[in-house]
């Protein structure tokens, strides 16, 4: 059987919806980073979305900010990037939500996430479940699941999504946010798994996999869970793109690192696009890796990409 993630099936509403622009939705957190230079958008969904925007797809954030300075701030940022903001709602009674970041010598991010912010209660509404159903690729992490509105209301979403949907948990797991229970109920609904090495090691322990060797965690999640695609990323030594037949490994590209912020939520919104344009996984990994070094040349998560960085489609 061929997998749903590398083909899609053609029929004549995919024919429709080719000759536009692709739907990838990033859902739960959008935020201030406040790194040592100043405040910076972020959240893992929202820099996601960004990035699919980037690459000339309808990137969509769907989160929750503060009735305040901050939440207005973050909106006016969405419109002069030319992101849509009606799914993000407004908390009357939470603030926007704030990460203080700081850098070690390498430009690796060390977070401080403030809790009981608006992001924390998300709920799902009539027009989410509408969009739900339109969308081609969504994204979710497991720092949303630490509240339960939040983790009800994405939970929801991604049961809305269509059968063809990619339903990609970028697991970015920020202690002491995230459970082991969470985590296997996203698995079991999620086609891309995607990860760093770090992360690889926390989910063997958690899932209590005696045989710590990568390829043996790897077919772990193989055969527990309907994961089509693993992604595994290594920093400056690049990244690994695992199917149940197939591996791809691509080399970094070097670069001098201003800082590493919002460089893996690139390099995931660049394997979606690419997946959706069904581009073979070696030249998914190349791409995403490229992305991803431009990235961490530039300060905070969000940055402009030019052509050149862009899929040919």
Known sequence: MKSK???KTQDNE??????QPHILVGIGEILWDILPQGPRLGGAPANFAYYTQALGER???VSKVGRDSE????LAKMRFHGLESKYIAIDDKHPTGMVTVKLDNRGIPQFEIHEDCAWDYLEITPQLRELAQQVDAVCYGSLAQRSPASRQSIREFIAQTRSDCLRIFDV???APFYASEDIDFLLRKSQILKLNEDELWI??????IENKQEKLIINFFFATYPIELIVLTRGERGSTLYTREKISNSSAFPVKVKDTVGAGDAFTAAVAVGLLYHKGLDKINETANQ?????????GAWTPLSDELKYKK
């Open 5 to 7: 993630v590398l083909v």
């Open 14 to 19: 995919e024919e429709k919806r080719k000759k």
């Open 59 to 61: 990137g969509i954030i």
């Open 71 to 74: 939440g207005e701030k973050i």
């Open 172 to 174: 970015n797991l920020r």
């Open 203 to 208: 989910l063997a322990e958690l899932f209590q």
């Open 291 to 299: 992305i991803a070094a431009f990235v961490c040349t530039q300060p």
